[in-house]
């Protein structure tokens, strides 16, 4: 898992709660995304942001939120707006522009009740 | 805008096996890697091949990328309980005006002793 760390590692929500979930790296890497990964699925991208204080919706972006206001870190908000939030939520950071490997946190598991 | 599906969805061999897993994607790319997913963890990235690449070696790993069949296949030889794992092919794909990673649906790999 490198040097990026997700906290916290299980993470309990009621509806109509909103909830951040945090992502930290050190790898000194511009460029962070957010994915949602749904029991026996891929990764679906949520938001991305490559560079500090700029960032871009992805595939699957409403009901979230995000802000990237250091280098080092990417929270993500999952507000109420988000009708099945329950899902395993990843962050990884990327050098920079483009598509090479990417290194990904060891996740959040987010459960409504 | 899934571009990489992984195949077979779930395999199952004994250790010591060989095991092949094949992802086909739609369009055209600069590179296609495949990352490892143990349960309840981030992914870890395996290789990348470039398009102007047709084999790769890692250790174990042997990848195979033919782009005029829009295929690739990643071989594990002599495995092991550990390589007991989800594994995802991602690719390259323009979103939106920006080059993104698209991860498939992974394929779910167990090894039996």
């Known amino acids: 898992d490198g040097g990026i760390t997700q906290s916290p590692k299980y993470l309990f929500r009621k509806e109509g709660q909103n909830v951040t979930l945090s992502c930290e790296q050190n790898l000194n890497h511009d460029a962070m995304y957010w994915y949602r990964q749904d029991p026996g699925q891929g990764l679906r991208l949520i938001y991305y942001s490559q560079i500090v204080n700029d960032f871009q919706k992805g595939d699957i972006a409403e009901g979230y939120s995000v802000s990237r206001e250091k280098k080092e870190s990417f929270p993500l908000t999952v507000t109420s707006a988000q009708k099945n939030p329950t899902a395993f939520y990843l962050c990884?950071?990327?050098?920079?522009?483009?598509?090479?490997?990417?290194?990904f946190g060891p996740g959040t598991r987010l459960t409504v009740l | 805008s899934q571009q990489g599906e992984e195949d077979p969805q779930a395999l199952s061999i004994q250790e010591g096996e060989n095991a092949t897993m094949n992802c086909s994607y739609k369009t055209s790319i600069n590179n296609l890697q495949w990352y490892r997913q143990n349960s309840g963890r981030g992914l870890v990235h395996l290789i990348l091949?470039?398009?102007?690449?047709r084999e790769k070696h890692s250790g174990r790993l042997r990848v195979t990328l033919d782009t005029s069949k829009k295929s690739s296949s990643l071989l594990i030889t002599a495995s092991r309980a550990a390589d007991t794992a989800s594994y995802f092919c991602?690719?390259?794909?323009?979103?939106?005006?920006?080059?993104?990673?698209?991860f498939g649906q992974g394929t779910r790999l167990t090894i039996n002793p």
């Open positions: 091949i470039r398009s102007n690449e």
């Open positions: 990884a950071t990327q050098t920079g522009l483009g598509t090479d490997t990417q290194y």
């Open positions: 991602a690719t390259d794909a323009l979103i939106q005006g920006a080059q993104k990673l698209v």
